[in-house]
């Protein structure tokens, strides 16, 4: 046979192989929704592949998959659901995935008095404490370490990527500043972000009467912790009575530099 003949047989056959490939693997792109329960962050898991993504604020999600891998969605909110990809889903442009609410009924909790004081560190001794923190890690549920970046960070990576034999992004940016500019953004974000939790983990009350420090000024006692280093690795070690107890001796000194006498108390 010539070369002239062989030559159509083997585009049909390297063509055929690609649309065989193609039915039997790609990305499955859908959403799930839900009639009630909020969809963003839900859980999506190739298990047979062992990929992992999360669905965005309004349930959109995309996975690589080939034909019978399984699927599986979870949240803390709706019941697992599991699908086998068919040959039909790899050819929809976008799958409609429902979820079901889980409904779990709560044990019996009873309200024991413990004659609180209002003084956080005198209460907690007395109540105690359990140490283990529940969290998706510790509830093992999958994608549980699914690093989910912000704004700040993905304005960051675009201007520090590329591609190609020389990758302009990175190298224009580094010129023009941006990427110096991006990278202090994310640290003060990363900063701001840390104090806001701290502050969070306390009533605006205990600031007022514990540490005398007025309503008005709370956010300010807070900038005044975040500044000092120490603050920063004291936080580092998620021991709410030793940041508690560092916010005290810090209160101190911020009463003493804005002339804020033990009257302001609320």
């Known amino acids: 046979m010539t070369k002239s003949k062989v030559l159509p047989w083997v585009v049909i056959l390297f063509t055929t192989c690609l649309s065989g490939q193609t039915l039997l693997s790609g990305r499955l792109e859908?959403?799930?929704?839900?009639?009630?329960?909020?969809?963003?962050?839900?859980?999506?898991?190739?298990?047979?592949?062992?990929?992992?993504?999360i669905t965005d604020e309004?349930?959109?999600?995309?996975?690589?998959?080939?034909?019978?891998?399984?699927?599986?969605f979870s949240a803390v909110q709706f019941k697992r659901?599991?699908?086998?990809v068919s040959a039909d889903m790899l050819k929809s442009k976008m799958l409609s995935i429902p979820l079901e609410e889980a409904l779990t009924e709560l044990d019996e909790v009873v309200i024991m008095p413990y004659n609180l004081t209002g003084n956080m560190s005198r209460d907690v001794e007395r109540i105690g404490t359990d140490k283990e923190v529940v969290t998706a890690s510790t509830l093992g549920l999958p994608n549980a370490y699914a690093w989910v970046p912000t704004k700040a960070?993905?304005?960051?990576?675009?201007?520090?990527?590329?591609?190609?034999?020389?990758?302009?992004?990175?190298?224009?940016n580094g010129i023009s500043g941006r990427t110096k500019m991006l990278k202090r953004r994310v640290a003060r974000n990363n900063t701001y972000a840390r104090t806001q939790r701290v502050r969070e983990m306390y009533a605006d009350s205990l600031f007022r009467i514990d540490f005398q420090i007025p309503q008005d000024k709370?956010?300010?006692?807070?900038?005044?912790?975040?500044?000092?280093?120490?603050?920063?690795?004291?936080?580092?070690?998620?021991?709410?009575?030793?940041?508690?107890?560092?916010?005290?001796?810090?209160?101190?000194?911020?009463?003493?530099?804005?002339n804020l006498q033990e009257s302001s108390k609320d």
């Open 153 to 172: 960070e993905r304005e960051l990576f675009e201007a520090t990527s590329g591609s190609g034999l020389l990758p302009l992004n990175p190298i224009l």
């Open 58 to 72: 309004n349930g959109f999600f995309s996975i690589s998959a080939n034909l019978n891998d399984t699927i599986v």
């Open 30 to 53: 859908g959403r799930v929704y839900s009639a009630n329960a909020d969809v963003a962050a839900t859980h999506v898991l190739n298990t047979t592949m062992q990929r992992a993504t």
């Open 218 to 258: 709370i956010s300010d006692f807070m900038y005044f912790c975040e500044i000092d280093s120490i603050f920063q690795s004291t936080v580092d070690t998620h021991d709410r009575l030793k940041i508690w107890d560092y916010m005290r001796k810090r209160s101190v000194t911020y009463r003493e530099n804005n």
């Open 81 to 84: 659901k599991e699908i086998v």
